[in-house]
């Protein structure tokens, strides 16, 4: 149980366009779900935390209206890269849990691969 | 700010030996500690947890320590074989204000099992 997708898993596209990713749980209601960035070789920056049916909360640095998030369902959020560009390019993870708490567990989808030209 | 870091970027271990993996930590009030496996171009997999009430514990092959005093976290992997080759990452949540249920992740080290 507990599995969480992402699609798509991989994505190029021409830079000044806009992209969006959706991140699915399949067989559980996520209260919460979390999007991250990750660089070749770095961490996961947590870039938003969002709660279903209100807005995103959006960690310092990061832009809300380049990147827009959406969770309109309890098992599907949706992140908008808008007007992206080359240094968009990156590797975004979603993961989504049951509840807020800190001891409640996060499952991460598989990413998606974003490339802008 | 505060941060979580990794002392070895790199682990090379033979097929068979156990590893261990450290994890320095600089916020004290953090009381949640979590490690992840990432295979490449997938996402993290949690492999277990520990509350800071704990010191240590154990899982199927794999065993974390947790030494508040000097904010030190482990994880270690007995036998170890090539499908535990991946990059590991800590990740701590300190639960305060805004950031509930927000984790902040370590560097990565990136453990490598010689057949």
């Known amino acids: 149980g507990a599995v969480v997708s992402q699609h798509p898993s991989r994505v190029i596209c021409k830079s000044g366009t806009s992209v969006k990713i959706e991140c699915r749980s399949l067989?559980?209601?996520?209260?919460?779900m979390f999007w991250y960035r990750q660089f070749p070789k770095q961490s996961l920056m947590l870039m938003a935390t969002?709660?279903?049916?209100?807005?995103?909360?959006?960690e310092q640095g990061v832009e809300k209206d380049k990147f827009l998030i959406n969770h309109a369902s309890l098992t599907l959020s949706t992140l908008t890269v808008t007007s992206a560009h080359p240094e968009d390019s990156s590797f975004y993870i979603c993961?989504?849990?049951?509840?807020?708490?800190?001891?409640?567990?996060?499952?991460f989808g598989p990413g998606t691969r974003l490339t802008v030209l | 700010g505060e941060s979580v870091g990794l002392h070895l970027p790199t682990l090379s271990v033979q097929e068979g030996d156990n590893s261990i993996i450290n994890c320095a930590y600089s916020?004290?009030?953090?009381?949640?500690f979590i490690w992840y496996k990432q295979e490449s171009g997938k996402g993290p997999q949690f492999i277990i947890d520990?509350?800071?009430?704990?010191d240590k514990r154990q899982g199927q092959r794999v065993t974390v320590l947790l030494n508040k005093t000097v904010k030190h976290l482990s994880l270690q992997i007995a036998a170890t074989q090539p499908g535990d080759s991946a990059v590991y990452f800590c990740?701590?949540?300190?639960?305060?204000?805004?950031?509930?249920?927000?984790?902040?992740f370590g560097k990565g080290t990136k453990l490598s099992v010689k057949p």
């Open positions: 969002s709660n279903e049916g209100s807005k995103a909360t959006y």
């Open positions: 916020n004290s009030a953090s009381d949640y």
């Open positions: 520990i509350r800071s009430n704990m």
């Open positions: 067989d559980f209601q996520a209260t919460t």
């Open positions: 990740a701590e949540n300190s639960g305060g204000g805004g950031s509930q249920g927000n984790l902040i």
């Open positions: 993961s989504a849990s049951y509840g807020a708490g800190i001891t409640d567990t996060q499952y």
